[in-house]
């Protein structure tokens, strides 16, 4: 499932068109749920070490972006 979700979010990394809802039915469609229920599985699965064997560059990638929107929120 973590190599699942990877893949999916690589697909998905510089895509423009996920802004505009396409990535929210690919979710739907791909996973069977909900954005935020698709987000709390990769948050989760970002932290294995399933996750940084499966797909190194990838995970930092995230972890990184999930970083950088957490120390702005914090910022301000």
């Known amino acids: ?3 699942e979700l990877l893949a999916f979010e690589r697909r998905w990394l510089n895509d423009p068109r996920a802004g505009d809802g396409r990535k929210a039915q ?3 469609e791909t996973f ?3 954005e935020t229920r698709y987000y709390q599985r990769l948050v ?3 932290g294995t070490r399933e996750a940084w064997e499966s797909d190194p ?3 930092a990638l995230l972890r990184e972006r999930l ?3 957490s120390r702005g ?3 301000g």
């Open 67 to 69: 970083a950088s929107r």
């Open 57 to 59: 560059g990838t995970t």
């Open 44 to 46: 989760a699965a970002l």
């Open 1 to 3: 499932m973590i190599g």
């Open 32 to 34: 069977g749920v909900n």
């Open 73 to 75: 929120r914090r910022a």
């Open 26 to 28: 690919a979710i739907l």
